[in-house]
């Protein structure tokens, strides 16, 4: 089962370092899990926004640049959440 163009296992791998991207870029501390989650949390939400405006994309770099943008999202919408 693919993920974007990727399988499982790299959609974890990519996930996970989108997630720490956007962590170092958004300047939060939330540790390893939280960076795969958010990595790839981050793509699948921005790549189902991105299909419904007719947009699609496949690969791992496109995936790794959706995620990281989808989990910068993520992390301000965290932000502005809490306060």
């Known amino acids: 089962m693919d993920v974007n163009g990727v399988g499982w296992l790299a959609a974890i791998i990519i996930g996970g370092l989108a997630g720490w991207l956007a ?3 958004m300047k939060s501390n939330m540790g390893l899990f939280m960076n795969i989650i958010l990595g790839i949390l981050g793509a699948v939400v921005l790549n189902a926004i991105l299909h419904f405006a007719g947009l699609s994309f496949a690969g791992w770099l496109a ?6 943008i989808g989990a910068c999202l993520l992390i301000a919408v965290g932000r502005a959440v809490r306060h």
């Open 23 to 25: 962590e170092q870029f």
């Open 63 to 68: 995936y790794l640049v959706i995620g990281f």
